[in-house]
């Protein structure tokens, strides 16, 4: 089959306990720009047990067709199993792109899929476009992702398979307003198991995460890295959160230390978010914090180093005690509030 | 029990700088380092073998410098060692680095295969999974804990977002592993001694169960395009005031943006 025979752009919609992820509406936000720009579909992938009737969701939120397979063996994700399904699903429609979320579970199954249909996979990619080739006037997917621990940017072609795969962090793309009753057309898929695969089961599931709340649904974010110290400093910066109506996140540095837990972690080994505050308090701005925080809509750094790189990313820099500045200003705020 | 650990020779990222002028990387003076998470898959492995007894084999694939890091794997306590070397190799992408990793394995005994989750010089946690994908394996990734049942099967434990997971594999598999789980023994002083008498075995794509065409530059479907030094947006404003001043600056503009 010809390339060019490849069509239509398909977003796997990552479901866990049964919840459409937010990964998988940003993909679709993604996709249809994608598809508009090629004149093609978008088509949705929903595995799971128990899902079908969220399938109507992914058609608001930017899908023009939704497959779901539907049955017992996909209630959890277990890399063969969806593997199998996803194969058969591509393999049956030829799709020119295919987008997964960079979760633990989008970066065990795209690979697996990438080399199960020998096609080129991009990972963790920041952005995603249809460029013009110069020469020839053609249509062309741009996947542009950081490397060298985010000092450099590449910009990756497939040109010759298809596919073509990338994955995208949750957080980096944006969703569309849900369109209440917007059409589409649901496919039930049934999928045809090879069980001699297998090898794998769930023995237990432990929930462990410490918060109830995602820092990259939050509007507004205080964050602290070294110069906040200790707990004490972030009760600071929690004081200043609650006036402004935030959360609390957190730095690397401050992980590491068992200061803050690793679900308040922004940056590249943590969550990467986009608010329309960031304040970062006594955070450096290691280029690896940096990829995970810099598309946030303002950013306001406090740093006793006024040579830190963190005010290279910030639109308001303050150099200053956080210890100082922050109380003071949670107080100042509390009185403007009251106003 | 024949346990074969893949580890790269990876850049300390956290080293690197960009020229400013020719936007390019500034290699010069940067160590070259074994891949923290490979490290651990590399401890892992070794807890393994003092546990249950085992063979432990390290794979890289790399230029002929990458025997450093086959020396340091020496001198924590790995049996054997091997480099995978050829021009052949050479512009590999992820596919293409896991199928020939895969052709090498193949040639090998085998009861457990580790990888670290991925390298920190490109981060795409791709490789681990390709390649057994191509050996026709399950794989655990993002593993925190693993040990060997009597049956031949392994309990796995799996690091999520959200959750710890316990798996059981049956048999044979690829595990992709946290730098975080596994603290790294040192080198011992002997370790280091003898490491530099043992043989670092170097394989070239002869030696390998591949098809040649599907190796390096030609058996890579993607390609890098272009690539340029991150962009920062313009700088702000920097105020270094007093810290009354500091506040009404902060309140002024958090009400100019409608944040408060």
């Known amino acids: 089959m010809d390339i060019k025979d490849y069509k239509n752009v398909y977003v796997f919609a990552e479901q866990r306990g049964g919840m459409i992820q937010s990964v998988a509406y940003e993909l679709l936000g993604k996709a249809r720009d994608l598809a508009d720009a090629l004149g093609e579909k978008v088509v949705a992938m929903l595995l799971g047990h128990n899902v079908k009737d969220q399938a109507q969701s992914l058609i608001e939120m930017g899908a023009d067709e939704v497959l779901v397979a539907d049955c017992p063996e996909l209630k959890d994700y277990l890399t063969e199993q969806y593997s199998q399904v996803v194969y058969q699903m591509i393999t049956a429609g030829c799709p020119s792109i295919v987008l997964y979320g960079a979760t633990t579970i989008g970066r065990d199954l795209a690979p697996r899929i990438a080399s199960r249909l020998k096609t080129g996979l991009t990972a963790d990619c920041t952005k995603l476009e249809i460029g013009i080739v110069e020469e020839t006037g053609e249509k062309q997917f741009r996947s542009t992702r950081p490397a060298f621990g985010g000092n450099l940017m590449a910009t990756i072609l497939c040109p010759n398979t298809r596919p073509q795969m990338s994955t995208v962090r949750p957080g980096v793309m944006q969703k569309r307003v849900r369109e209440a009753g917007r059409k589409g057309t649901i496919t039930m898929f049934a999928p045809k198991f090879d069980t001699s695969k297998f090898k794998v089961k769930v023995i237990e599931t432990k929930m462990n995460c410490k918060c109830a709340d995602d820092i990259a649904d939050a509007k507004i974010l205080v964050s602290g890295g070294r110069g906040v110290h200790d707990k004490e400093g972030f009760n600071k910066l929690q004081a200043l959160a609650d006036v402004l109506g935030g959360m609390v996140s957190s730095s690397r540095a401050m992980v590491d230390a068992g200061i803050m837990d690793h679900c308040f972690q922004v940056g590249q080994t943590g969550k990467t978010v986009r608010p329309a505050l960031y304040m970062a308090c006594g955070i450096s701005g290691a280029i690896q914090h940096l990829a995970g925080m810099e598309e946030s809509d303002f950013i306001i750094a406090i740093n006793k180093d006024k040579y830190a790189p963190i005010f290279s990313a910030a639109d308001l820099g303050i150099v200053g005690d956080l210890h100082k500045i922050v109380p003071m200003l949670t107080e100042r705020l509390k009185k403007e509030v009251e106003k | ?260």
């Open chain 2, 1 to 260: 029990m024949n346990i074969i650990v893949c580890i790269k020779q990876v850049p300390d990222t956290t080293e690197i700088k960009i020229d400013p002028v020719k936007n390019t990387l500034i290699r010069e003076g940067v160590p070259s380092i074994m891949n923290p998470d490979d490290k651990g898959g590399l401890e892992l492995a070794l807890q393994m073998k003092d546990k249950y007894g085992a063979n432990v084999t390290v794979i890289t694939m790399g230029p002929p410098q990458a025997d450093l890091i086959l020396r340091e794997a020496f001198a924590m306590g790995v049996d054997r060692a091997i480099l995978l070397s050829d021009r052949k190799f050479a512009g590999a992408d992820t596919l293409a680095t896991s199928y020939a990793l895969a052709g090498a394995i193949k040639t090998l005994d085998y009861d457990l295969i580790i990888a670290g989750r991925q390298a920190i010089d490109g981060d795409t946690a791709q490789v681990g999974p390709e390649m057994a994908e191509h050996l026709g394996l399950p794989q655990v990734s993002y593993v925190i804990d693993a040990e060997r049942e009597k049956n031949g099967n392994f309990i796995v434990k799996k690091e999520n977002e959200d959750s710890v997971q316990t798996l059981e594999v049956e048999g044979k598999c690829v595990l992709t592993v946290l730098a975080s789980a596994f603290e790294a023994r040192y080198m011992t002083v002997a370790g280091i001694v003898d490491a530099y008498d043992k043989e670092v075995e170097v394989w070239g794509a002869d030696k390998l169960d591949v098809d040649e065409n599907k190796l390096g530059l030609k058996g890579s479907p993607t390609k890098v395009w272009q690539s340029f030094p991150k962009q920062l947006k313009a700088p702000g404003e920097v105020f270094e005031v007093s810290e009354e001043e500091a506040v009404e600056i902060i309140v002024n503009k958090l009400k100019e943006k409608h944040l408060i």
